[in-house]
């Protein structure tokens, strides 16, 4: 990094070139906090072992350069903790409390360590304990809200140190080490104008100086913005912003005084990009973001953020593609400035045009990965060339590089109230393009989340279609997940929102599903009914292919209960079906479960017959692992008939097969895409 940036939260520099300097000042609250991590506790001092993390407490209002102090003191300690540190942000830029959950979920993702999507706080936080039981970690918390908040993320492990930064005190948390901060002293923070703004301007007047150091309150994030202001104006002296800052000192702080100052200084185009920035979700900016709220070419934005950045307005996050954060200190100022300058229309009008800008990233984001589509591939040439991404790998990134912001503009969206058609449209892009690029299992959690925020703004507005639909998905991941009851919950409401909006897939759909909850749940009577009522729908639609593969789950439900005659009947109708639509692959299968219910019914010969015909299909579908398994299917029957010999030539032919499939040797037909539908009899059976 050649050029210097800074940390408007904090003094801390980033210059590659000379580390020893980083950091300004604080040197007695960094002997005393790392003076605290050694002493001993009330429970080591009554003669108990230590349950719990030693907590150490950093207070002091924004700007004041708390959360610079943690990190300098996360990197002096990190050697002593070999399983790394642990960052979690627990307040929004306007200071809205982050739930428990969210917090130990993103810990829980940085440790590798899965949990099921839509988990309770509860179990989250338990499984972050459970992770960090044997582990020696840092977890760094910023900007928490409250004790409460801190409490239930700390690990039951004396071995784990938690630093904690806050506003105010922690009641409530047993033995915790404050460290309260006001301001840098005064050599520090003419020390850091100087390295804002060339030691020449410092040298001439140091008086000037040590006045204005004294006029920001020793805050560095006011010493920054005040030292940005400086290096922008070569010609100024210091003794010049001194003045200004004394002719008008204002009842507010000296960070909120130092940022108008600089605001009122900015070019119209610049400081209304500036106060428009508090529209920004989660704090998080890019070029889009900021050229979407002002209305101004991509570029031109970029070379504006990165103005800010350079000068302490903004906090650089992204290396490989831009992106920055809007300080914790500054966010404030930014939204009293944008209620001063905008009216109300024209920051609705701002908050819609970044939506909507996101929402077609979005929708360029998944079609890159539709290679194979000519109507993709159209609607992606359609676009202006800044919203298109070069390769999949490129979405892929930004995709993973905004995802923090993406689902604050989704929470965003959805609490305003007054935007939801462009909160669905939103949130139905965000779930796609998460899928496209990541997998429905990869971001399971993510999405869980935002299925919920559809069904906020289903209920709120009383859209019926779109409540269906939102329950359907979230019981998807409830059962997905083993929460089959929670599922069953879901599913029963849908098809009530479904009858309502007379939606006839949401309501076959739902009616399926319910079936299926109660299948997995082992009441396999109702299961049957509920696949019962569904195929009438589908018959009564004319929707002859579902109705083939609902036979096939009726009949599953019946061979569960032990009905095998049923089960045949059903299976027979399964195949009849899918033979009139042409399907050879489901037929194959299909004849592959009726020959396993004639094989538990005693019907050995018939379910040779009947293997031996689905092993034709299935050759016909060039469905080469449905046949390796049928061909075991095979081997195990004439094992039970006490034929070896064929036995032993249809093993060897499956696994020839296999080996010709999958010459890595790694896949067994039991994983297959078939392997729910293709199961051996055993002696149990």
Avoid at 351 to 376: F, G, K, Y
Avoid at 422 to 448: I, P
Wanted: aromatic content about 4%; some cysteine; glycine content about 8%.
């Amino acid at each position: 990094m050649t050029d210097q940036a800074v940390d408007p939260d904090g003094v801390r520099l980033l210059e590659d070139a000379a580390p020893e300097g980083r950091f300004l000042g604080r040197t007695r609250e960094l002997k005393e906090l790392r003076a605290d991590i050694e002493r001993a506790g009330l429970d080591t001092l009554s003669g108990r072992k230590a349950p719990r993390a030693r907590v150490l407490l950093i207070a002091g209002r924004p700007g004041s350069g708390r959360t610079a102090l943690a990190e300098e003191l996360v990197r002096q300690v990190a050697g002593r903790y070999p399983d790394g540190v642990l960052r979690a942000r627990l307040s929004e830029p306007d200071g809205t409390r982050v739930p428990v959950g969210r917090a130990a979920r993103e810990l829980l993702d940085v440790l590798e360590t899965p949990v099921p999507a839509g988990a309770p706080e509860d179990e989250l936080t338990e499984a972050l304990r459970t992770a960090l039981a044997d582990r020696r970690a840092v977890l760094l918390l910023d900007d928490a809200a409250d004790a409460e908040q801190v409490d239930a993320l700390l690990p039951d492990n004396p071995d784990c140190l938690a630093v904690t930064v806050s506003s105010g005190p922690l009641t409530g948390i047993a033995d915790v080490r404050p460290c309260t901060l006001g301001g840098l002293d005064t050599k520090s923070g003419v020390e850091l104008l100087s390295r804002l703004t060339g030691s020449v301007r410092v040298t001439v007047d140091p008086r000037a100086a040590e006045r204005l150091a004294e006029q920001c309150q020793g805050l560095p994030a006011a010493l920054v913005l005040a030292g940005g202001w400086l290096a922008a104006r070569p010609k100024a002296a210091v003794a010049d912003l001194a003045r200004q800052l004394h002719t008008d000192p204002g009842q507010d702080g000296a960070v909120t005084r130092v940022g108008r100052l600089v605001h009122d200084s900015l070019p119209t185009t610049a400081a209304r990009m500036l106060r428009l920035l508090s529209l920004a979700p989660g704090g998080l900016v890019d070029p889009h973001t900021a050229a979407a709220l002002t209305g101004c070419p991509v570029e031109a934005a970029r070379t504006t953020l990165d103005g800010f950045a350079v000068h302490g307005l903004l906090h650089s996050v992204g290396s490989a593609q831009p992106q920055y954060r809007v300080p914790r200190c500054l966010h404030p100022l930014l939204r009293d400035l944008a209620a001063e300058h905008e009216k109300p229309g024209e920051l609705q009008l701002a908050r819609a045009r970044m939506l909507e800008r996101t929402v077609r990233l979005l929708q360029s984001c998944r079609a890159i990965t539709e290679t194979d589509s000519p109507q993709a591939r159209e609607r992606l040439l359609g676009m202006p060339r800044a919203l298109r991404f070069p390769s999949p790998r490129a979405a892929a990134d930004w995709l993973r590089l905004r995802r923090p912001a993406l689902l604050a503009a989704a929470r965003l969206a959805v609490a305003d109230g007054e935007l939801d058609t462009l909160a669905r449209r939103l949130m139905s892009q965000l779930v796609r393009a998460m899928a496209a690029h990541f997998g429905t299992q990869a971001a399971a959690s993510d999405l869980y989340d935002i299925h919920g925020l559809v069904l906020d703004v289903a209920e709120r507005r009383a859209l019926p279609r779109e409540r269906a639909a939102a329950l359907l998905n979230l019981g998807d991941l409830d059962a997905h997940t083993g929460r089959t009851a929670d599922a069953l919950t879901r599913y029963r409401a849908a098809l009530d929102a479904g009858r309502e909006a007379n939606d006839p897939y949401a309501t076959g759909r739902a009616m399926e599903s319910v079936g299926g909850a109660h299948l997995e749940l082992g009441d396999f009577d109702r299961a049957a009914d509920w696949f019962g009522r569904a195929l009438a729908e589908r018959l009564a639609r004319g929707e002859h292919a579902e109705a083939a593969r609902l036979y096939g789950r009726i009949g599953a439900a019946h061979t569960y209960a032990g009905r095998y005659g049923d089960a045949l009947r059903d299976w027979r109708a399964s195949v009849a079906g899918h033979r009139r639509q042409g399907d050879t692959a489901a037929q194959a299968r299909a004849l592959s479960e009726l020959a396993r219910v004639q094989e538990y019914a005693g019907r050995l010969d018939e379910s040779l017959r009947t293997c031996r015909e689905a092993v034709e299909w299935a050759r016909r579908a060039e469905d080469t692992r449905l046949q390796a398994a049928l061909h075991l299917r095979l081997a195990d029957s004439f094992e039970h008939l006490g034929d070896a010999a064929s036995a032993a030539l249809h093993r060897g032919t499956a696994e020839r097969m296999l080996a010709e499939e999958d010459p890595e040797g790694d896949s067994t037909p039991e994983h297959g895409p078939n392997a729910c539908e293709i199961r051996s009899a055993s002696a149990e059976d």
